[in-house]
């Protein structure tokens, strides 16, 4: 998937999709608990960051963004980052 976006990075559609598959595969490291692992959170984080940035009048996205930050300070305090999350 990485090599997909990376080959057309203006497709929106191939970005989200990435930054999805990053949530999921953090997201079901961190329930498991293994929370080192679970650095593909920051990484999808920052893919729809970047989406935002370029569309931003796209309100999925933005939601998007959202739930990330919340994922992304989840993981950090479940890691005792407080000032992070």
Same mark, same amino acid.
């Given at each position: 998937? *990485?090599? +997909?976006? /990376? /080959?057309?990075?203006? $497709? /929106?559609?191939?970005?989200? *999709? +990435? ?14 608990? *293994?929370? =080192? =692992?679970?650095?593909? +959170? %920051?990484?999808?984080?920052?893919? !729809? *960051?970047? +989406?935002?940035?370029?569309? %931003?009048? $796209? ?14 300070? !989840? ?7 407080? %000032?992070?999350?």
């Amino acid at each position: 998937m *990485d090599r +997909l976006t /990376a /080959a057309d990075s203006s $497709n /929106a559609e191939w970005q989200r *999709d +990435l930054f999805l598959s990053h949530m999921r595969v953090g997201d079901a490291q961190r329930t498991q608990g *293994d929370l =080192r =692992r679970a650095g593909l +959170l %920051p990484s999808g984080f920052a893919v !729809i *960051d970047r +989406l935002t940035k370029s569309i %931003p009048d $796209n309100a999925g996205f933005q939601r998007d963004l959202f739930v990330s930050h919340v994922m992304v300070g !989840i993981a950090q305090r479940q890691l005792g980052d407080l %000032p992070a999350a």
